[in-house]
């Protein structure tokens, strides 16, 4: 897939996932066959004003073969200045959010509040653009703001006709959250409407479920939650089987989050990836207790001990 003037190996994207698409969890869908992996969503604002805690979510590794990053904001101004900043010289693709749910942000006319503004979409997405030196500015939308809402097709348009290399459509309204299903219509009509290319997103979390997004004719999927604890998911959508040993995966992303935080934040972030990594094991509830106790990084992996066993 082609994103402005970057060729991507496939178009299988890990998204922006605040929380959750740190540079273990990065690393890991890159090695099992992602062709393109998000940074978490970071503030225009905050960037500006040297908010705390850009640095960690910025922070990408060597073997990261492309960079890209989220910027959320409303005022085209800030998103210029945040585009222009240093930190984000490193990133190839820069995407705008234009989906976020959550109601601090959506109060501020932020995230999924833009939907229903595509004149102020296409104004930040050109502004991106103009100040991105020929890197790829990208967006990303729901379907719509309350249920049953069509905006999709509005919003896209502005982020194409602003200059927009990609537009990823998560199928779902923002009133609905994460709940419902993901309308694959909705994606199918962006898909068709526009020229630049469209990855769809939402509820893939099986080669099933991959290919039915694939029959909208979108150029991308991008896989969230499918990939919490499951960086193989890449590989077994395209129908490969992969062997992996959980432990492991826990290892290495831990060793990534330590390269970038304190030990305890460390520990308290790996914490929420391990409840998905042992999801469905034998035994995960005691080993679950114990990870949850664990204050270092050794305990973390001692608790795990009893998988191999
Ligand atoms: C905990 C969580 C955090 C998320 N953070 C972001 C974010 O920062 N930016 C964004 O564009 N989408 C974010 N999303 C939405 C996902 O990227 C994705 O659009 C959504 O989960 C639907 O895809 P899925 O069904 O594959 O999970 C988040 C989702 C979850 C569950």
């Known amino acids: 897939m082609r994103i402005g003037n970057l060729d991507i190996k496939n178009g299988l994207i890990l998204p922006p996932v605040a929380g959750y698409s740190d540079v273990g969890m990065r690393k890991?869908?890159?090695?099992?066959?992602?062709?393109?992996c998000f940074t978490e969503m970071v503030s225009a604002k905050g960037l500006v004003y040297g908010g705390e805690g850009s640095r960690e979510l910025l922070y990408t590794s060597e073997e990261e073969p492309i960079r890209a990053v989220q910027l959320f904001g409303r005022e085209e101004s800030f998103i210029a200045r945040a585009v222009q900043h240093e930190a984000l010289a490193k990133f190839g693709?820069?995407?705008i959010n234009f989906g976020c749910p959550v109601p601090k942000?959506?109060?501020?006319?932020?995230?999924?509040?833009?939907l229903r503004e595509p004149e102020q979409i296409y104004r930040i997405v050109k502004a991106a653009v103009d100040a991105a030196q020929g890197r790829?500015?990208?967006g990303k939308i729901r379907a719509g703001f309350t249920k049953g809402e069509n905006l999709a097709i509005e919003a896209a348009l502005a982020i194409q006709e602003a200059g927009g290399a990609m537009v990823t459509v998560h199928g779902r309204t923002r009133d609905m959250f994460y709940s419902g299903k993901a309308d694959l219509t909705i994606i199918k009509d962006v898909k068709d409407a526009l020229r630049v290319p469209?990855?769809?997103n939402g509820d893939v979390t099986d080669r099933k479920s991959y290919l039915e997004m694939l029959s909208t004719g979108v150029d991308g999927v991008a896989i969230a939650r499918g990939a919490f604890g499951r960086p193989t998911i890449f590989s077994e959508v395209l129908g490969q089987s992969v062997s992996y040993d959980i432990s492991e995966l826990v290892r290495e992303h831990l060793e990534e989050l330590l390269k970038v935080y304190p030990e305890r934040i460390a520990v308290n972030n790996i914490k929420k990836h391990v409840v998905f990594y042992i999801k469905g094991i034998r035994g995960n509830k005691i080993i679950k207790e114990m990870v949850f106790c664990a204050k270092t990084a050794n305990e973390v992996l001692e608790a795990l001990l009893p998988i191999n066993s």
């Not at 890991?28 to 393109?36: D, E, M, S, V």
């Not at 942000?105 to 833009?114: C, F, I, Q, T, Y």
């Open 28 to 36: 890991l869908c890159y090695r099992y066959g992602a062709g393109l």
């Open 93 to 95: 693709i820069i995407d």
């Open 105 to 114: 942000v959506v109060k501020n006319g932020e995230g999924s509040a833009l």
């Open 136 to 138: 790829a500015v990208t």
């Open 198 to 200: 469209v990855v769809g």
